[in-house]
Nanobody, 122 residues
Framework: QVQLVESGGGSVQAGGSLRLSCAGP????????MAWFRQTPGKERERVAS????????YYADSAKGRFTISHDNAKTTLYLQMNSLKPEDTAMYYC???????????????WGKGTLVTISS
């Protein structure tokens, strides 16, 4: 069973930075779209950023543009999300996902991690 494992979440003050990591098997990073989603209680899971690992094409939600950077390191089979200038509204559970097509729909992703919690205080 394929497992994605997120790490790097935590509690920081507004304006601070965090870097999330997602580790998984090598084949995913050579074949798939990798994405970061986030979810807060009572809300839909939303795509924050995604990356086609072969082409390098990235996508950022409007809320993430200019502040977040998605990247990957094939050698370490790790996906990253660098988050700067964090805001209280960035507080959420962040999930790593892998699928064949980058999209907003969570149902297009075949593999998910269990999430890492990010809490931003004002």
């Amino acid at each position: 069973q394929v497992q994605l494992v997120e790490s790097g979440g935590g509690s920081v003050q507004a304006g601070g930075s965090l870097r999330l990591s997602c580790a998984g098997p090598r084949f995913i990073y050579s074949m798939y779209c990798m994405a970061w989603f986030r979810q807060t209680p009572g809300k839909e899971r939303e795509r924050v950023a995604s990356l086609y690992t072969r082409s390098g094409i990235t996508y950022y939600a409007d809320s993430a543009k200019g502040r977040f950077t998605i990247s990957h390191d094939n050698a370490k089979t790790t996906l990253y999300l660098q988050m700067n200038s964090l805001k209280p509204e960035d507080t959420a559970m962040y999930y790593c996902a892998a699928g064949s097509l980058c999209s907003d729909s969570r149902y297009n992703y075949n593999y998910w991690g269990k999430g890492t919690l990010v809490t931003i205080s004002s």
